[in-house]
């Protein structure tokens, strides 16, 4: 190895180590003995434990196989009814023009507004409607979520679609649903694709609503961290843990599906 070579691992090293701190305090605390993590200034040394791992998977109230399955099945539904939805009306407002001007400006501005403003009229129609506690009701507010960004991603792809390909499509007899799905759809599949992920991700991640909506029946993994801040104390050790074992499943995820993400922010679409 080079000395150049050498300095460039270095530096991505100390890069990765920088913008990955919080998630490596988080594994660290979850390692950490009760007795350690509360002294101050934390140690750097300390000898690990597993015994917060063991405490999750042995609690009465933190159902972890539950809390993953409600977390996997949310995630999916809400990132695939996202694309079910934004798909034909992306393709409404940039090719057809339904909406180009006030209804796309409506549906993504409202994105900027911090999500804690809905959070109590939210409740309080989902408890009219008997959606609290279950997973429709959190599928639900997560495809609310998720549809302005993922609207705006899809309308910015479907625009470098040539529109020569698609009249050719119609001059042979082509209705609008089959430009849509047998032509325009496969030629931006990597940017559903990426849609899908990064849906999927914020879906598994989201935990306002999640919290908010559930009590015990439809809770997800990341809510069901904070049932370890108890009236008697917050255990932080076992929040570090519940919350390391969320993370791996997306993280695991975006790695074998990082390059439709590539592909779609790198601008390219299929032949």
């Given at each position: 190895m080079t000395r150049r070579r050498a300095i460039d691992w270095v530096i991505?090293?100390?890069?990765?180590?920088?913008?990955?701190?919080?998630?490596?305090?988080?594994?660290?605390?979850s390692l950490k003995?009760?007795?350690?993590?509360?002294?101050?200034?934390?140690?750097?040394?300390?000898?690990?434990?597993i015994i917060h791992y063991r405490?999750?998977?042995?609690?009465?109230?933190?159902?972890?196989?539950?809390?993953?399955?409600?977390?996997?099945?949310?995630?999916?539904?809400?990132?695939?009814l996202t694309i079910l939805i934004c798909l034909p009306a992306a393709y409404s407002i940039v090719k057809i023009g339904v909406g180009s001007r006030i209804l796309f400006s409506f549906v993504t501005n409202l994105r900027a507004i911090p999500l804690i403003v809905f959070a109590s009229s939210v409740y309080i129609l989902f408890k009219q409607l008997n959606l609290v506690d279950t997973r429709t009701g959190i599928i639900v507010i997560h495809i609310l979520v998720n549809v302005p960004i993922a609207l705006s991603l899809l309308s910015s792809?479907?625009?470098?679609?040539?529109?020569?390909?698609?009249?050719?499509?119609?001059?042979?007899?082509?209705?609008?649903?089959q430009v849509l799905f047998r032509i325009v759809t496969p030629m931006i599949s990597s940017s559903v694709a990426a849609v899908f992920i990064l849906s999927f991700i914020y879906s598994w991640n989201e935990f306002l609503f999640a919290l908010i909506l559930s009590i015990k029946k439809a809770t997800t993994l990341t809510a069901g961290a904070s049932l370890f801040v108890?009236?008697?104390?917050?255990?932080?050790?076992?929040?570090?843990?519940?919350?390391?074992?969320?993370?791996?499943?997306?993280f695991v995820f975006a790695f074998y599906v990082q390059k439709y993400l590539v592909e779609a922010f790198s601008g390219g679409l299929k032949e």
């Open positions: 991505l090293i100390i890069i990765l180590l920088i913008f990955n701190l919080p998630f490596i305090n988080v594994v660290m605390t003995p009760n007795a350690v993590i509360s002294k101050s200034p934390p140690p750097i040394l300390f000898k690990p434990t405490d999750i998977f042995t609690s009465p109230t933190f159902l972890f196989s539950k809390f993953l399955l409600n977390s996997l099945i949310i995630a999916l539904v809400s990132a695939a792809f479907m625009q470098d679609v040539p529109k020569e390909i698609e009249e050719s499509a119609r001059l042979d007899g082509a209705s609008e649903l108890t009236a008697w104390g917050v255990q932080w050790g076992r929040i570090a843990a519940a919350t390391t074992l969320a993370v791996i499943p997306p």
